[in-house]
């Protein structure tokens, strides 16, 4: 079982937008449309963004959003801010024989 | 509101078994869902380690497999993983979660960290 494919980092100014990449197969995030994104603070517990790849929980901001072409998935956060810099981490359901598989996280720094 | 928290020793002797047990509240585990658990050793990414059903039906990540067993409990609400024959790459926060469909983690434990060490 790999994990799913992520930059190590990315960057932006307060106000931009950025985008997070999540590189699977055809098992995992290509075969389901069942991404999940996760945010996780230093010392905190991840906490769930998006899942289904492009729904939000109720109480997630509407400046995060999901997509997903063919294996990739990616997450975009919209108009950054501060308290967006965290640790991104994507997941899919995947077919091989096991439920689930993280992507290897993504730190996003806000400059 | 569904709360979750992890609890167990944070020390590990190497070859020894590693059990945590997570106590569920604000939902009862046998009205359904899948419960999982997930680590995170110092400073590296998630790991998922396997995910249960309310009766008893288990999933676990290939690379544990071997020496991963999670049950659970539902007169207690709670369900608990055990990893045999720990060594110092075990060392990590463990978190357990509630896993819609066993993959889709939306309610999380504090975590707490287990360091395998003599």
């Known amino acids: 079982q790999s994990a799913l494919t992520q930059p190590a980092s990315v960057s932006g100014s307060p106000g931009q937008s950025i985008t997070i990449s999540c590189t699977g197969t055809?098992?995992?995030?290509?075969?389901?449309?069942?991404v999940s994104w996760y945010q996780q603070h230093p010392g905190k517990a991840p906490k769930l963004m998006i899942y289904?790849?492009?729904n939000r929980p109720s109480g997630v901001s509407n400046r995060f959003s999901g997509s997903k072409s063919g294996n990739t998935a990616s997450l975009t956060i919209s108009g950054l801010q501060a308290e967006d810099e965290a640790d991104y981490y994507c997941s899919s359901y995947t077919s091989s024989s096991t439920l689930a598989v993280f992507g290897g996280g993504t730190k996003l720094t806000v400059l | 509101q569904v709360q979750l928290q992890e609890s167990g020793p944070g020390l590990v002797k190497p070859s020894e078994t590693l059990s945590l047990t997570c106590a569920v509240s604000g939902y009862s585990i046998s009205s359904g869902y899948y419960w999982g658990w997930i680590r995170q050793p110092p400073g590296k990414g998630l790991e998922w380690i396997g995910s249960i059903y309310h009766s008893g039906s288990t999933y676990y990540n290939p690379s544990l497999k071997s020496r991963v067993t999670i049950s659970v409990d539902t007169s207690k609400n709670q369900f608990s993983l055990k990893l045999s024959s720990v060594t110092a790459a075990d060392t990590a926060v463990y978190y357990c979660a509630r896993a819609q469909g066993g993959y889709l983690f939306d309610y999380w434990g504090q975590g707490t960290l287990v360091t395998v060490s003599s």
């Open positions: 055809s098992s995992d995030v290509g075969g389901y449309n069942y």
């Open positions: 289904d790849v492009s």
